[in-house]
């Protein structure tokens, strides 16, 4: 099946979703380049299944516009938009075969026979489910159920699709799987998706673009190396990262910071936040930031050291097994250039922060 001939651009523009009192989305601005991933990330209740849920046409904007592929659909029904959806509990009709599931659109827009089975045989051997088509939707595993509702997605060859957590429902290894291969399949059709989902993991490994929200609002829009090294605010730095950034008080960890260490601190005014990632601390001698280890967990390929510095807890990656014990005494440095701050009032990244745009190259 070759790529979509004009992938669509997506265009959000002030986009609102209210009801009543409560704003679920408010004021959600957004470019998505056409044939590009994007992936809406962010916790319960952030407003990113209500965007897709707009963008879809399933729920109507309070206010703000929706353009896809150059045509304004902010009212359209979900027909008239040129999608197509991915469900997380994949919507299948028990009672007919996997074939009668993915071909159920074409048939409604009364598309020919000859057509629709030359698409769905596409369909089938691109997501390798040629030999399930008799089957019923409860003779599969949710691997397979995920694969038939993706074949229907694509039988559709819409320029738009749109996924909602599609792979939550399986177990972490079948998850994995399907992360790549989605991927592999939206860059083959070229596909414009918008992908919502609360796991960063899947975010970080498989977004161009990862939109991240944050009660409604867009938090941070970056690309997922941008999005990681250089996060915007506390949120962002505490949501991206497994486990996520230190965030402490730089006054404490500068009070017990000997002066032949303080160049390891950034220069900034009373009362900021230091953000620093574990992976990016290591072990050092006396010039180092007296630590203490308080415990260590063992995680195979490496350990992490739960330390205090000045009574903030800092959280050390180190590679492999070690030989450190509760209650030791360290040292700890890190690359002068690498500490964040942010303002402790505003929560944002204290230096001149400039977003970097996302340079999306179609593949």
């Not at 959806?85 to 009364?110: D, T, W």
């Amino acid at each position: 099946m070759s790529s979509l001939h004009h992938p669509a651009r997506l265009e959000l523009t002030n986009l609102t979703k209210s009801w009543g009192d409560t704003t679920a989305v408010n004021n959600v601005n957004l470019s998505v380049e056409g044939g590009s991933f994007t992936v809406l990330l962010g916790p319960s209740g952030c407003g990113k299944s209500t965007t897709l849920r707009l963008i879809a046409g399933l729920e109507e904007a309070t206010s703000g516009q929706i353009i896809i592929g150059g045509r304004d659909v902010t009212y359209h029904s979900p027909a008239q938009r040129d999608i197509s959806m991915v469900f997380q509990n994949y919507a299948l009709f028990p009672h007919i075969s996997v074939a009668e599931n993915i071909l159920f659109g074409l048939r409604v827009r009364k598309v020919g026979r000859a057509e629709r089975d030359e698409r769905l045989k596409n369909a089938a051997d691109l997501l390798g489910i040629s030999q399930l088509l008799d089957r019923k939707p409860s003779q599969l595993s949710g691997g397979q159920q995920q694969r038939v509702a993706l074949g229907r997605a694509i039988v559709s060859q819409k320029p738009v699709c749109l996924m909602d957590e599609p792979l939550s429902n399986l177990d972490a290894k079948l998850r994995q799987e399907m992360r790549v291969e989605l991927r592999a399949l939206q860059q083959q059709l070229g596909l414009t998706m918008v992908y919502v989902t609360h796991d960063q993991t899947e975010a970080i490994t498989m977004a161009d673009q990862v939109v991240l929200m944050n009660k409604g609002e867009v938090e941070q829009v970056a690309t997922p190396k941008v999005i990681y090294e250089r996060p915007a605010s506390v949120f962002t730095a505490r949501f991206i990262g497994t486990p996520p950034m230190n965030i402490v008080e730089l006054d404490k960890v500068r009070t017990v910071t000997p002066e032949t260490a303080q160049s390891l601190l950034p220069e900034a005014p009373e009362g900021c936040l230091l953000g620093l990632r574990p992976e990016d601390i290591r072990l050092t001698g006396e010039n180092g930031i007296p630590a203490q280890v308080e415990s260590l967990e063992y995680m195979g390929a490496d350990t992490l050291a739960n330390c205090s510095v000045g009574g903030e807890k800092l959280l050390v990656r180190v590679k492999g097994s070690t030989e450190l014990k509760p209650g030791q005494n360290i040292g700890l440095a890190w690359d002068e250039e690498i500490p964040a701050s942010f303002q402790r009032d505003t929560g944002k990244r204290r230096e001149e922060f400039k977003p970097v745009e996302v340079q999306f190259e179609p593949a």
